[in-house]
């Protein structure tokens, strides 16, 4: 039998957590459940010295069903000020005080994890500036993508390669609705409501379905893949709540089908970065992404074509990607490295395109008279504008009205906009019901 002090002593790497929601607890029953496999593996434990949040009841329940979680605090200024962990794990989402205090834990010499996209997506420079002279790492892979390994593989895994884009699916919640709107024919309001009822819409939904979310984690991919940062608000952005049943069915009929699609692409002129509803073909692997799933396509001039698919949302496949990177940052730790693996990517200075500058195709779906001479003068206010007509079908009448859906061949974002202006002037158009931007082949 060893005495005590013959026993290997195994060593610790204390962990403090800000947030005990859903991600939160998600972790802190991972470093429970798994702290053998850690130990086994690694030869270090994880330890949960300290957690917070505004709700004692959170704490109480995870410790009720026998899960370790350290000291409790309301406070989590206090947590970070007081706590001897070696880590601290910000999942408190939004802006602030989330950003004050992951500067704070730096300061004091923490290495940081989050799942906050908010905070990298706009003040990723700061926050990274401060890790590199604290000495300290930050890591972030939850921020995007939820359970999906995307940041990390994106930053060192295919760092041998030069990305022309990035295409993504990475809102569940607006996945979700365009599915049921696909699959079960439901209007917006009534696949909004069922998203609500299975409790993966929030009670506000607007950061989902106005595109807010995506808007994020998009500024987040563009700035790693082509080395050059991109900010959240200057990301253009629209959301799906103007997207119709019937917009659905006559992308289907032409072939498409109409997620939001977070897509960034570099050019030589600099980088575009958008978050909008487009068409993609029915035979592009983006397109069989359904539910709330979330997935990130990639085309790399060394790797080729990727496709990352997975959960990009819940409590345990987040918590994943976030013990991921607290054995990132504690393997560091240990190694006597800390913030060597905290180099912010983005060295280039590249320059952020307008919207109007983006070239593709189009659909439009529009109301006009049904009468002769009408789709003459809507082609006219096309030719006008310099955009091309690929295809034109008319699809039900109502009455004195039809629907009719357009096709263009490629163009820009600003002869397409000029084109709608014209068109939305003539007597015989009622109105414009939607425009959609269509990725296909030579963009995706
Ligand atoms: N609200 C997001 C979604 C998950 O619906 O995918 C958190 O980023």
């Known amino acids: 039998m060893k005495l005590p002090e013959e026993m290997e002593t195994v ?7 800000i947030g005990l929601g859903t991600v939160g607890s998600g972790v802190v029953k991972i470093i429970n459940e798994k702290g053998e496999k850690i130990k086994k593996r690694y030869g270090f434990q994880l330890e949960i010295l300290d957690c917070s949040d505004l709700e004692r009841k959170r704490f109480e329940d995870l410790k009720e069903s026998g899960y370790e979680c350290g000291c409790f605090y309301t406070d989590a200024y206090k947590m970070v000020e007081n706590t001897k962990a070696d880590i601290v794990v910000e999942l408190i989402g939004g802006f ?4 004050s205090l992951i500067l704070k834990a730096i300061e004091n010499g923490k290495s940081v994890v989050t799942a906050n996209k908010e905070v990298v997506s706009r003040s990723g420079e700061e926050i990274f500036d401060l890790a590199l002279e604290k000495g300290v790492d930050f890591f972030f892979e939850a921020a995007v993508g939820g359970g999906i390994p995307i940041i990390r593989p994106l930053k060192e895994m295919l760092v041998a390669n030069k990305f022309s884009y990035v295409a993504g699916i990475v809102n569940g919640t607006t996945n979700y609705i365009l599915t049921r709107m696909s699959k079960e024919g439901l209007d917006f309001n009534s696949a909004l409501l069922k998203a609500q009822e299975l409790g993966y ?6 950061a989902d379905i106005e595109g807010d979310d995506a808007q994020a984690k998009i500024a987040i991919l563009s700035s790693i ?3 050059s940062r991109v900010l959240k608000d200057d990301v253009y952005k629209e959301g799906i709540t103007k997207i119709t049943e019937k917009d659905i069915k006559y992308a289907y009929e032409l072939g498409y089908c109409i997620k939001l699609i977070a897509y960034a692409r570099q050019e030589n002129e600099g980088i575009h970065a958008f978050v909008r509803p487009a068409l993609i073909p029915m035979n592009h692997p983006l397109a069989a992404v359904d ?3 979330n997935a990130i396509y990639l085309s790399g001039d060394n790797c080729g074509e990727l496709m990352f698919f997975g959960e990009g949302a819940g409590s345990l496949a987040a918590g994943s990607s976030v013990v991921a990177d607290i054995l990132q940052a504690s393997f560091a730790i240990l190694k006597g490295c800390k913030g060597q693996e905290t180099k912010c990517s983005c060295f280039e200075k590249v320059k952020l395109l307008p919207m109007d500058a983006f070239s593709s195709k189009y659909y439009l779906n529009l109301k006009a008279a049904d009468q002769p001479g009408v789709l003459a003068k809507i082609a006219g206010c096309f030719g006008e504008a310099g955009v091309s007509i690929a295809s034109v079908i008319q699809k039900e009448s109502h009455g004195e009205t039809a629907n009719i859906i357009f096709m263009t061949h490629k163009t820009t974002e600003m002869r397409m906009r000029h084109a709608i202006e014209l068109i939305k002037s003539l007597e015989v158009v009622e109105s414009i ?3 959609l931007v269509v990725l296909d082949e030579e963009v995706l």
């Open 291 to 293: 539910d709330v799933y």
């Open 201 to 206: 819409a929030e009670p506000d939904p607007r």
């Open 433 to 435: 019901e939607n425009s």
């Open 225 to 227: 893949a082509f080395n």
């Open 11 to 17: 060593k610790k790497i204390g962990v403090a957590i």
């Open 96 to 99: 602030e005080p989330a950003k």
